[in-house]
């Protein structure tokens, strides 16, 4: 008698290693798989950047993790960083406007 194959772990179950994807830089291919996903993973993070304690990972840690997401999902992490804790914006503000200054032509035409 075989055992049937196991069912996929939804991603919303699973433990994100966002320490680990941050000290790499990079997100691994494939683990994105759809814009739900995608709006996931943005959620968890801003929730991830804001319960570690400072100095966990730098500014330039999460910028090259942010720029490997869709710019729709960059906008986003800011967007619910901003819902989540409108007082945190003044720790990313570097990050922030160089993010928005890569949107600005396309925001305001």
Same mark, same amino acid.
């Given at each position: &008698? ?9 991603? @919303? ?22 814009? =739900?996903? @995608? +709006? ?16 966990? =990972?730098? &500014?330039?840690?999460?910028? +090259? ?8 999902? +960059? ?16 720790? *990313?503000?570097?990050? =922030?406007?160089?993010? &928005?200054?890569?949107?600005? @032509?396309?925001? *305001?035409?």
């Amino acid at each position: &008698m075989a055992n049937p194959p196991p069912t996929p772990i939804p991603f @919303a179950a699973q433990a994100v290693p966002f320490n680990e994807f941050l000290a790499a830089g990079k997100i691994p291919d494939g683990f994105i798989s759809s814009d =739900y996903v @995608a +709006q996931q993973f943005v959620e968890r993070l801003v929730h991830y950047v804001l319960s570690v304690p400072s100095g966990s =990972y730098t &500014m330039a840690q999460l910028g +090259q993790l942010l720029e490997q997401l869709d710019p729709r999902h +960059q906008v986003f992490f800011f967007k619910r960083l901003k819902e989540t804790s409108p007082e945190s914006l003044k720790d *990313f503000a570097p990050l =922030y406007y160089g993010f &928005m200054a890569e949107f600005h @032509a396309l925001l *305001f035409t």
